[in-house]
């Protein structure tokens, strides 16, 4: 490998150095010169292989810290987004239902009804009573044709999902029969 090359050109040159020394007579050749030529081409070896060990790492460091931030920050502005777009969904889903309670209390203000008779979204607790009431009110016969049943229904005349109310001004008694004529969807195939 490259290292190895590169102590194998570094023992060499120290050989080289030690053959200067021999040939200037400031000591003989033998074997323990090879061998110290050899031992300090390694040392010299081992430190050029650390040295580039540390500059390659430092390399890696810089570019995995640079792949870091840029992750978190590509990250942060995804939560950033994420937020925004739950922020605008929250936003419309909360519009649509006070714009719907909007309409209610602006009804409710119009024909002069205490707003503790609407329940807004689901059937009144004293569902019951309120349909013995229109019933009674309507002398338990049905508002468009008449006849008078044993089974009666109570009706909204406007539908709570589009606006209407439970309040007794949107509520009319109708036969099973005119009933499934109001909704023409539910009647059995």
């Known amino acids: 490998d490259d290292i190895s090359r590169k102590a194998f050109y570094m023992w060499w040159g120290f050989l080289a150095v030690d053959c200067v020394l021999v040939v200037i007579g400031n000591y003989g050749k033998s074997i323990f ?21 540390k500059e390659v790492q430092s390399i890696i460091d810089e570019e995995m810290l640079e792949a870091k931030i840029q992750f978190e920050k590509r990250n942060e502005d995804e939560k950033a ?19 719907r309670y909007e309409r209610i209390v602006e009804a409710a203000n119009r024909k002069s009804i205490l707003l503790h008779e609407y329940a807004l979204y689901t059937y009144p607790p004293a569902w019951d009573v309120r ?34 109310t439970h309040h007794l001004s949107n509520l009319v ?17």
């Open 33 to 53: 010169s090879w061998f110290i030529a050899f031992a300090f081409a390694a040392l010299a070896a081992n430190w050029y292989q650390n040295h580039k060990q």
């Open 81 to 99: 987004g994420r937020e925004i777009r739950c922020r605008e969904r929250i936003e419309r889903q909360a519009s649509r239902r006070f714009s």
């Open 131 to 164: 349909a013995e009431i229109v019933k009674k009110r309507d002398q338990y016969r049905c508002r468009e044709c008449s006849s008078v049943s044993s089974v009666l229904h109570v009706h909204h005349v406007r539908r709570v999902g589009a606006g209407g």
């Open 173 to 189: 008694t109708l036969c099973p029969k005119c009933h499934l004529d109001k909704h023409p969807s539910k009647r059995s195939r």
